[in-house]
């Protein structure tokens, strides 16, 4: 079993960034694909980003392509979203989420473990 802690959260104006960052428990995350997730009030929980478990693959939803950066640093069991150009339908709960077995997908239900969320909120 693996812990995750996302943070970074908070509240923005539309067009400012902000940096989540998600630290994992355990020696196996650098065999983990990772993933960021969100799920807005009243909607399903939906894929934003992943990173393959050597950082060398990254994949983005077309909502956020251009946008976001995802990356992470294995000696800190750490993976990052960088969000910037923010805009007011970005705003949701931002989840952590990783895959055991190292399979790098965008499929909400392929993912194992999941942090508790942190909430981003962008203003109008």
């Known amino acids: 079993q693996v812990q995750l802690v996302e943070s970074g959260g908070g509240l923005v104006q539309a067009g400012g960034s902000l940096r989540l960052s998600c630290v994992a428990s355990g020696r196996a995350f650098r065999s983990y694909a990772m993933g960021w997730l969100r799920q807005a009030p009243g909607k399903e929980r939906e894929f934003v980003a992943a990173?393959?478990?050597?950082?060398?693959?990254?994949y983005y939803a077309d909502s956020v392509k251009g946008r976001f950066t995802i990356s992470r640093d294995n000696a800190k069991n750490t993976v990052y979203l960088q969000m910037n150009s923010l805009k007011p339908e970005d705003t949701a709960v931002y989840y952590c989420a990783a895959n055991r077995f190292g399979v790098f997908t965008s499929v909400t239900s392929e993912y194992d473990y999941w942090g508790q969320g942190t909430q981003v909120t962008v203003s109008s």
């Open positions: 990173i393959s478990w050597s950082g060398g693959s990254t």
